[in-house]
């Protein structure tokens, strides 16, 4: 029964780290943010997405919204695909700088 159940455990934590590893593109991460599919994420649909796992405060979302969004208050496609690449060539060189130092 042991055995069984460490398997069993093993395959989920493969099969999670495998889904994190492979989330996705950022048009993918961008339709399950735009809640009503109409091309541009609110303030509303970031900060309900943000804060459904309780690893954000609204204000934080809030916050981190108002950083990407335009002048129109809302965040394009093209406006999130750079804020996501942007974060992505921050997180690797904060990776480079830890194994540099």
């Known amino acids: 029964m042991k055995i069984k159940f460490t ?3 093993v395959g989920f934590v493969s099969a999670g780290a495998f889904a994190v590893a492979n989330a996705g593109s950022p048009a993918d ?3 399950k943010i735009d809640a009503n599919a ?3 994420i ?3 649909e970031y900060v309900a997405y943000k804060t459904a796992d309780g690893k954000y ?3 934080k979302a809030s916050k981190k919204f108002a950083k990407y969004a335009g002048d ?3 965040i394009s496609m093209a406006e999130f695909e750079a804020a996501m690449k942007k974060s992505k060539s921050k997180k690797s060189g904060e ?3 830890e194994r540099s130092s």
């Open 42 to 44: 609110t303030e509303a």
């Open 29 to 31: 991460y961008f339709n």
């Open 57 to 59: 405060t609204a204000e």
């Open 95 to 97: 990776k480079k700088k």
């Open 7 to 9: 398997a069993a455990l």
């Open 38 to 40: 109409d091309g541009a």
């Open 72 to 74: 129109d208050a809302q």
